[in-house]
């Protein structure tokens, strides 16, 4: 096990790092690609081990990350590459453009500059415009979203994205009150959202508004959309032998990149009963981790934020046929 130290002073605090080298083993003159970049926690650790013949090529629709690319740019040692865009638009472009990889890892969700940045409006903990948008340039932000969706569309969302227990009450209550005042900003939401719930439940689990936001967020960005876009562009660019990763943070995203990953790992599938095999197919993938990978203990305990992530691995056996 490759062992990073965390750094708690730091802004950003990359999540299953030392789990993340292990498992992309990057090595002298390879090319790298990250997908988001945030702050490049993951990046200069990939980007330390590329040395001078290698290459990082970092994806980002948010502007601010570009910043921290330049910085970081300035300081490794391998050739560096900024494309500002989704990673699902950022992958495709790559691969229109021939680019073939030896890595290729999905930090999936939110960034930690982006949830401590209160004037964005990712969180529950600071009065802030309702917005959310990973990359500002879009037309739709949270408060939109609050003021326009209907009460079943709200629910179902907080259902599906975020696992809201209280998805109908709460739901309702946006309706309600956004038709008395508009629901501009966060602390409003929070009250809006803690006066929905029984009281019983406001203190149990974690903040009252942590799934509602978790669930707004992932709508606004369109997250999950995007990691079924993303995924087989990553695939793609992959040369053969070269190693994929994924980082999740939501049980939505873990089950995508694991789904997708033991598809591509998947043998024959002829009926069990046929003696010989028909279909010809082999696998296309190598899991190098059965199950996914969670933060140690100690990770959680340094950075709480940690505790949701999940990575899941594997390398490129052949191209697709």
Known sequence: M????????????????GELIE??????????????????????????????????????????????????????????????????DGLAELRDEGVKADLVYLDL?????????????????????LDMRMDPDQDLDARELVATYDERRLAKLLRDYGDERYAGQIARAIVRERDREPIETTSRLVEVISNA??????????H????????????????????????????????ENGRFAGISFHSGEDRRVKRFLAAAAQGCICPPDLPV??????????????????????EVAANPRAASARLRAARKLREAA
Not at 2 to 17: F, G, N, S
């Open 197 to 206: 719930i029984p009281a019983r439940a406001r203190f149990a689990g974690g």
């Open 109 to 129: 969700g939110i960034s930690s500059m982006q949830v401590d940045t209160w004037e964005r409006g990712f969180s529950y903990s600071y009065d802030a415009p």
């Open 208 to 239: 009252p508004a942590k799934r509602t936001f978790q669930a707004i967020r992932i709508a606004v960005n369109d997250e999950l959309h995007q990691v079924d876009l993303a995924l087989p562009l990553a695939w793609e660019i992959l040369r």
């Open 2 to 17: 490759i062992t990073i130290p965390y750094d708690m002073t730091a802004t950003h605090v990359p999540v299953l790092a």
């Open 23 to 88: 498992a992309l083993d990057p090595q002298p003159g390879e090319v790298a690609v990250d997908c988001s970049f945030g702050a490049g926690g993951h990046a200069r650790l990939v980007a330390e081990r590329l040395g001078p013949t290698g290459t990082l090529i970092a994806i980002d629709r948010d502007p601010t990350a570009e910043a921290h690319f330049d910085a970081l740019a300035a300081e490794v040692p391998c050739r560096t590459r900024f494309l500002r865009a989704s990673f699902a």
């Open 277 to 298: 095999c028909a279909c010809g197919r082999t696998p296309e993938a190598e899991l190098l981790n059965r199950r996914a990978i969670a933060p140690t203990p100690g």
